[in-house]
């Protein structure tokens, strides 16, 4: 039999280069530079003289990162002379800072809209409506920033928008799904940040985290003038909703009147633009992808891609994955051996009812499904992994998991069927106590989710 541990540790090695390529303040140095007054972005110059004041404000997952590297690049004299902000992290994710508050907007773990949240959003709408035509804006936008940009519209309550997350979360809803009824329930999503600013100029950095990179989904697209419909998000919920009573009746019939107004809703929400306004992707899946792909080349790896646009079931994806590494272990005609399987997106979980307590992430689902495949067969020469980009699996401490033959040999000395966890969407005790966790703590980034399959001679 193979050494099992060099698998396991190539495996991680390849994810976190992928993840190390994403780092906030990587990606931030490399979209924005400054030499003395003059501010580049992307490669368009701002000369900062004639700019009165910098509003940074914003939300994600890698926000914290983003405001760190923000402030370094301006350097300290010039952030204490002109910068203010306020962006929206997770309590987890608190560093240290200048002059750009960042506010804890929801606990580790919980990606939820909370009160905190609504709290830190009404401030960054404070801040905008303060600002004059001289200002510049910069918005830092990543993964998670929807649920940490909480401002419900007139007529709904914050526990309305639970009840709408909760049920498409738990349904399976894909983020478009979700964001798109989001939109229509928010002050700042849906282009509501970019109709409220008053500076002359906003820039909005975006790390993303959707498939495809589109700019009206990530972060519910605060700073993109929203295409979709009251209708589009109404039809959303009623696809998810098994009883009428699912949806909230403000809810409904906030929707309906968006609809019974549309044409007069979208001609204001053009009209209102006072800024000009510039998106920018900074990073996404597509460059961890590549920067694995280059350590695990150098590694000794014959590189597979799947691309960084694969979607659906989480446990269907983790099924294949396993048959593929399968079909490459017992094919003896192949020449082109040690492979990676590489592929990133971001897939769902439907989850099952049950009353008994469960624990888990898309990840570890994952996981957990392609090693059931593998049950009757083992591991050997078979390492597979998937884990959140941000250190973050579902409601849980950990980024995902690692399956391979130390996993599985210690499932079966504890007589843990994987079957009878992945049943009731349980995989996180499962991979606790056979040693499968992958726990990173927060990465400051977020582009999705990333998975390494390995198979050996």
């Not at 419909?229 to 009746?249: F, N, S």
């Not at 309906?256 to 920018?280: K, P």
């Not at 659906?312 to 005609?333: H, M, N, T, V, Y």
Request: proline share 4%.
């Amino acid at each position: 039999m193979a050494d099992e541990a060099p698998l396991r540790r190539h495996a991680e090695m390849i994810w976190r280069a992928g993840v190390q390529a994403v780092d906030s303040g990587r990606l931030m140095r490399e979209a924005v530079q400054r030499r003395g007054s003059v501010l580049t972005i992307d490669g368009e110059t701002i000369d900062l003289k004639n700019v009165g004041r910098i509003a940074v404000v914003g939300a994600g997952k890698a926000g914290a990162g983003m405001a760190v590297a923000f402030e370094k690049i301006l350097g300290p004299e010039l952030v204490d002379e002109k910068v203010t902000g306020w962006v929206n992290v997770s309590a987890d994710c608190l560093r240290r800072t200048r002059t750009i508050q960042l506010h804890p907007a929801r606990p580790a773990g919980l990606n939820e809209p909370t009160a905190a949240g609504v709290a830190g959003s009404e401030q960054i709408l404070k801040m905008f409506s303060a600002l004059s035509k001289d200002d510049l804006c910069v918005v830092l936008l990543s993964g998670g920033g929807s649920a940490l940009l909480p401002a419900p519209i007139d007529g709904i309550t914050l526990d309305d928008k639970l009840r709408v997350t909760r049920l498409l979360m738990e349904s399976g809803a894909a983020i478009d799904q979700l964001n798109c009824v989001r939109k229509h329930l928010s002050r700042i999503k849906g282009g509501g940040l970019a109709r409220a600013c008053h500076a002359g100029r906003l820039v909005t950095l975006i790390i993303s985290d959707v498939i495809g990179d589109r700019l009206d989904v990530i972060a519910s697209g605060p700073t993109v003038i929203d295409s979709s419909t009251a209708a589009d998000a109404l039809a959303v919920l009623t696809k998810y909703a098994e009883r009428p009573d699912d949806i909230p009746e403000a809810v409904r019939q906030l929707l309906q009147r968006q609809m019974d107004a549309v044409e007069a809703t979208e001609t204001g929400n053009r009209q209102r633009l006072r800024a000009v306004v510039r998106n920018v992707v900074i990073g996404n899946n597509a460059t961890a992808l590549q920067a694995a792909a280059q350590q695990a080349a150098r590694l000794g790896y014959t590189v597979r891609s799947l691309g960084s646009e694969n979607r659906g079931e989480a446990r269907e994806i983790g099924r294949k994955l396993a048959e593929q590494c399968l079909s490459i272990r017992d094919c003896q005609s192949l020449p082109d051996l040690p492979v990676c399987l590489l592929s990133g997106g971001e897939p769902v979980v439907h989850l099952v009812q049950t009353d008994r307590p469960r624990k888990g992430g898309r990840n570890q689902e994952l996981v957990l499904a392609g090693l059931m495949r593998l049950w009757e067969t083992g591991l050997e020469r078979i390492a597979i992994l998937s884990g959140g980009t941000d250190g973050e699996d579902g409601p849980t401490d950990a980024a995902g998991a690692v399956a391979d033959q130390t996993v599985f040999d210690r499932a079966r000395t504890l007589r843990l069927n994987p079957r009878e966890f992945l049943a009731i969407n349980n995989s996180y005790p499962f991979f606790e106590q056979t040693g499968g966790l992958l726990l990173t703590g927060p990465t400051h980034t977020n582009v999705m989710d990333l998975r390494v399959a390995l198979v050996v001679e």
